[in-house]
């Protein structure tokens, strides 16, 4: 009796360190990626938190200024224009591209007949305006 007791504390703890030599590498490689990924996150909202965008004017031929107002450099090239409730696809921007903080740009939506606007920047930070 003495002897299977042994071989059963041993094989029980060949068991446990066995199963904790695979667990630490599934659950290093897990931590690690969720760092990355809480990193990445954070590194969005700050570029999110520094983009601010205002619509200065909205003109009746359909000309909306859009003033960067925020300390990150957008891409006037990649923003969505939401018109009473419709996204519209083609819409002319100048000047296009690059867009630096403190500058402001032109968007000029065609057939205007409405009194709604929104303008996403490509982080997401938006403005809205209602006309009328």
């Known amino acids: 009796m003495g002897f299977s007791t042994s071989a059963v504390v041993v094989i029980l703890t060949a068991s446990i360190i066995y199963m904790a030599a695979m667990f630490y590498p599934l659950a290093e490689m897990t931590h690690r990626n969720v760092l990355e990924a809480e990193k990445s996150s954070n590194e969005l909202w700050k570029e999110k938190l520094n983009t601010k965008i205002t619509i200065t004017t909205w003109a009746s031929d359909g000309n909306i200024t859009v003033y960067n107002n925020g300390s990150a450099t957008l891409n006037s090239s990649k923003l969505n224009v939401i018109y009473n409730g419709n996204i519209v696809s083609s819409y002319p921007v100048y000047p296009g591209g690059v867009w630096p903080p403190e500058t402001?740009?032109?968007?000029?939506?065609?057939?205007?007949n409405g009194d709604r606007v929104k303008i996403i920047a490509s982080n997401g930070a938006a403005d809205y305006t209602v006309r009328g």
């Open 104 to 112: 402001s740009i032109n968007v000029t939506i065609n057939g205007v």
